[in-house]
């Protein structure tokens, strides 16, 4: 299985420009999740999704937008990008219901997508 | 919101000795406390978790402690080795969202 799949790895944008970092699970798990990581400040939620055509905000949710059409795919977009938005970009998937069993809230993580707004 | 602190933030052992990393938490609802493993260049992968039922877990060289009371929760690794070299969060999680930690970066010396 491939688990969890960014693209792209790298992205330079400038100030103003729009993107979609994608990112697809071939798991079948319900939930969804895109956060961030900063130097010093860990990991921070950005959105989540529970399933298709769910899905709800997260720490830090203001200058991106997400949708969920397929249980496979939740893409990240910037409408307009900032140098605030400069970090590191992980999507994670679980299995989102039962949470009571083992292993259903085990967050799985992609490789992350680094951008850099200029 | 939940909030979760964790130190030290860098923490640099000997090969062989043991190393010890605290979290604290602020919301009592939580009830899932994992941990997770960043080697460079990947994403973070989970080593070990707890629930808020239980006060321990150990697997081989890792443990990790709940105090629900005090809102604490350890990670501890025995018999450091140079693999084990990576950065660590700590999170706390309550139905959909899991809070991570600020990180710590572990060093084990050889």
């Known amino acids: 299985n491939a688990g969890v799949t960014q693209t792209p790895k790298f992205q330079v944008l400038k100030t103003g420009q729009s993107m979609t970092l994608q990112c697809a699970q071939d798991?079948?798990?319900?939930?969804m999740s895109w956060y961030r990581q900063d130097p010093g400040m860990g990991l921070r939620l950005i959105h989540y999704s529970v399933g298709a055509g769910i899905t709800d905000q997260g720490e830090v949710p203001n200058g991106y937008n997400v949708s969920r059409s397929t249980t496979e795919d939740f893409p990240l977009r910037l409408l307009s990008a900032a140098p605030s938005q400069t970090s590191v970009y992980f999507c994670?998937?679980?299995?989102?219901?039962?949470?009571?069993?083992?292993?259903?809230?085990?967050?799985?993580f992609g490789a992350g997508s680094r951008l850099t707004v200029l | 919101g939940e909030n979760v602190e964790q130190h030290p933030s860098t923490l640099s052992v000997q090969e062989g000795d043991s190393a010890v990393i605290k979290c604290t938490y602020s919301?009592?609802?939580?009830?899932?406390f994992p941990w997770y493993k960043q080697e460079l260049g990947k994403g973070p992968q989970l080593i070990i978790d707890i629930r808020s039922n239980v006060g321990e877990k150990k697997d081989q060289r890792i443990a990790v402690t709940l105090n629900k009371t005090a809102k604490h929760f350890s990670l501890h690794i025995t018999e450091t080795q140079p693999e084990d070299s990576a950065v660590y969060f700590c999170a706390a999680s309550k139905g959909f969202k899991t809070i991570f930690g600020a990180g710590t970066r572990l060093f084990v010396k050889a």
């Open positions: 919301d009592s609802a939580s009830n899932y």
């Open positions: 994670a998937s679980r299995v989102g219901r039962g949470l009571t069993h083992s292993g259903a809230n085990v967050l799985t």
């Open positions: 798991m079948n798990h319900e939930y």
